[in-house]
């Protein structure tokens, strides 16, 4: 930012209207924010591509249901078995349950023993299984295009109905999960961003010493997440953005991490300024003059990296690049205008106890890092070596990853009601129905296909009974497997392969086991194609930053080692702590996209000081100034930013457990040995030679001009 520039946005007038702006502008954005989860979209089937066959399938399938309808199981268990009295309760709230609004199906069901028959209609109401201890009976809601939101209310009133004195009761199928879903996330509003603000006020106390300073970077952040969820309620209910509750909590965290720490290196900065310039104005003039390069390099860096994100064939990884590109752009904005205006209308007593007095020394001349660096600098090439083979090693623990698809009742950090439910199902033999695998085909084929069909292993009974619409035919074949596993995998690809070969008949294959199969298959591909695609654009906006082409080369090989010490460490922890066997399919890819697109920061936070430094004191000084002044930041904002994305873990879902773990565990690795050793190692041996073809480190010293600010009058 250029220092005149800087000296105007900050100036004793233009303060004013800066805070004022902001003030308006999240008032009006609050309103909105607070719709953001209603359009939320947390239907499987809609993240995944048009591409994919059981998307295919899906459009083929309108004719025969409709795609909001939501099969929902209740699960009775007692144990000892089930009494009369307690069939004759079920058979009851079983009517009860088909009247709640939104049912469209009445219960139904092949029985394995004797269950008790609807009066009106003659017609059986669930199953029950051999042993007797379990019974089910479904029911169908269709509550709109927004009723997986519904979904959890709907929920509640079937638990309020099904009570009998000794009997539990679990919801189950597509509506169980659905519910259970919605209780998961259901702490994003609240929880989990009250969760993320506490943690980080905890660090920003300790690192202030300040007990008020702490206020001026939340409230910018907090201002910051009201208008980016402004912003992407806008987008996802008149653009079509696919938002669901896991890219609202990452948002979350996201926006918090990465606003604190810019707040963070400019707080330091001014900070430094403060000592330097009598003047409060001046010396923020100084400090954005200096700080905001490096905080736009950062947020454009990650904001771009995200939107790579939208070569994606998954919707929800390709909708989660611009929600999380919004929300980097919304807060370096804000934390370049608003929290500079914040810092000198409040003045120097913001910093009490610790206030920067004109003159005073300061302190990161003599503090940890500027040891760490005197430590590191007689033997440089000894400690990046060593500290290149410990990473490399801990990169070996990869080996031990499993990616796929996380079985249904592993999916949960706790016992959640669905989970519970479908395990009952499993153990007591009784056929989850409201998950089949689904065949459309044309109605000449019908014969081969069902044959097709029968010739797979391991399959329930075949139903082609429904009457063909328009030339297609529905095949239904029950499944007696978790939708989510390998087995249920194994059977679709059987499946495909089988009616695949029927001549002319056009087969497509759908259903919840097809598209978990096919979600794997996409997250899969995703991580082949983004993963590179992401490095490169790390690496051109380095080349251009750093204008030299080794030492961007150098910071990407630190990156990608920093990733790969971080999924091995974590992976070891998964299974040996967690008990997690295994990770979703798309886990690789969201760990490399917050660790390089975010760990890059604390590459540029450093180097573009090492740059700034050595165009006066050269490279090796450079880096140990640059090491002392920053080291400090960069700790501290890992810190933040790895306590933030800890606190996803909060939230009982494996997967963001796990996103969280690693994430977190990179962020330290990332701050406190490879930005912070690693790279000044490296630095100190190279010299001025990382800057090749550049000549900057034998290149005089650029003036700086006097800033366009007034003289101090408070």
């Not at 454009?300 to 998954?314: H, K, P, R």
Request: glycine share 8%; proline share 4%.
């Amino acid at each position: 930012m250029h220092l005149a520039v800087a000296g105007k946005l900050t100036g004793p007038v233009t303060k004013w209207l800066v805070l004022v702006t902001w003030l308006i502008a999240v008032g009006v954005a609050s309103v909105f924010a607070a719709k953001l989860t209603d359009v939320q979209n947390n239907e499987a089937s809609s993240w995944l591509p048009d591409t994919a066959e059981s998307t295919r399938a899906l459009a083929k399938l309108a004719p025969f249901q409709d795609e909001n309808d939501i099969p929902t199981i209740v699960v009775y268990h007692r144990d000892g078995g089930l009494t009369d009295a307690d069939f004759k309760a079920i058979a009851a709230q079983a009517s009860e349950i088909g009247a709640i609004d939104g049912a469209v199906q009445g219960t139904g069901g092949q029985p394995t023993v004797a269950f008790p028959t609807d009066a009106a209609t003659g017609q059986q109401l669930g199953l029950v299984s051999s042993d007797g201890t379990v019974a089910t009976s479904s029911v169908t809601f269709n509550l709109g295009s927004e009723g997986w939101n519904k979904l959890p209310d709907v929920a509640d009133q079937i638990r309020d109905i099904a009570v009998i004195d000794g009997v539990t009761v679990h919801l189950a199928g597509p509506g169980g999960q659905a519910a259970d879903a919605a209780e998961a996330f259901g702490g994003i509003d609240g929880t989990l961003l009250f969760s993320a603000l506490g943690v980080v006020i905890v660090i920003l106390l300790f690192t202030y010493r300040s007990p008020i300073l702490w206020i001026l970077p939340i409230f910018s952040a907090v201002v910051s997440l009201q208008v980016a969820e402004a912003i992407i309620y806008f987008l996802a209910k008149y653009a079509d953005l696919t938002v669901n509750g896991q890219s609202q909590a990452i948002l979350s965290v996201l926006v918090i991490g990465a606003g604190t720490d810019y707040a963070l290196l400019l707080v330091a900065r001014y900070r430094e300024e403060l000592r330097r310039h009598a003047n409060r104005h001046e010396a923020m003039a100084f400090a954005l003059h200096r700080a905001a390069p490096a905080i736009i390099a950062s947020a454009s860096t990650v904001a771009i990296g995200m939107m790579v994100l939208l070569f994606a064939d998954m919707n929800s990884t390709a909708g989660l690049g611009p929600v999380a590109a919004i929300g980097i752009i919304v807060t370096l904005v804000v934390m370049v205008t608003l929290l500079p205006a914040l810092l000198v209308i409040a003045g120097r007593w913001i910093f009490w106890p610790a206030r920067p007095s004109y003159g005073s020394v300061e302190p990161t001349a003599t503090g940890f890092w500027a040891r760490v660096g005197r430590r590191i600098a007689p033997r440089p090439r000894t400690v990046w070596t060593i500290t290149a083979v410990v990473l490399a090693i801990a990169c070996t623990g990869i080996f031990a990853l499993r990616t796929g698809n996380i079985p249904s009742d592993e999916q949960y950090t706790k016992d959640m009601d669905s989970t519970t439910g479908q395990q009952l199902l499993v153990d007591h033999g009784l056929v989850d129905s409201s998950t089949p695998i689904q065949v459309v085909t044309s109605v000449d084929s019908t014969d081969a296909v069902v044959s097709a069909l029968g010739s797979v292993q391991g399959l329930g009974a075949v139903n082609a009974e429904v009457p063909a619409v328009d030339g297609v035919k529905y095949i239904e074949v029950a499944q007696g497997v978790d939708p989510a596993s390998d087995a249920a995998a194994d059977q679709v690809r059987a499946v495909r392969a089988a009616v695949h070969r029927v001549p002319d008949a056009d087969a497509l294959v759908g259903g919840s086991a097809a598209l978990y199969l096919d979600t794997a298959k996409a997250s899969h591909r995703d991580n082949l194609v983004i993963i590179p695609l992401i490095l490169l654009v790390v690496l051109l906006i380095l080349l251009v930053l750093l204008r030299a082409v080794l030492s961007p080369l150098i910071l990407i090989l630190t990156v990608v080692l920093s990733f790969g010490a971080a999924l091995g460490l974590s992976t070891l922890i998964f299974r040996g702590i967690y008990g997690f066997d295994m990770a979703d399919s798309s886990f690789p890819l969201f760990v490399f996209v917050f660790l390089v697109a975010l760990g890059i920061d604390y590459n540029i936070f450093l180097m573009t000081r090492v740059r700034e430094e050595t165009a006066t004191r050269g490279t090796r000084e450079g880096s140990l100034v640059a090491l002392a002044s920053t080291g400090g930041v960069i700790t501290s904002a890992g810190l933040v930013l790895a306590a933030t994305f800890a606190v996803l873990g909060t939230l009982p879902l494996v997967f963001l457990a796990e996103l969280a773990t690693a994430v977190a565990l990179g962020v330290i690795l990332d701050t406190m040995i490879v930005r912070s050793v690693l790279v000044t190692a490296i630095n100190l041996d190279l010299g001025g030679r990382i800057w090749w073809p550049s000549k900057l480190d034998r290149a005089p010293a650029a003036p700086v001009a006097a800033p366009d600010v007034e003289t101090e009058v408070v």
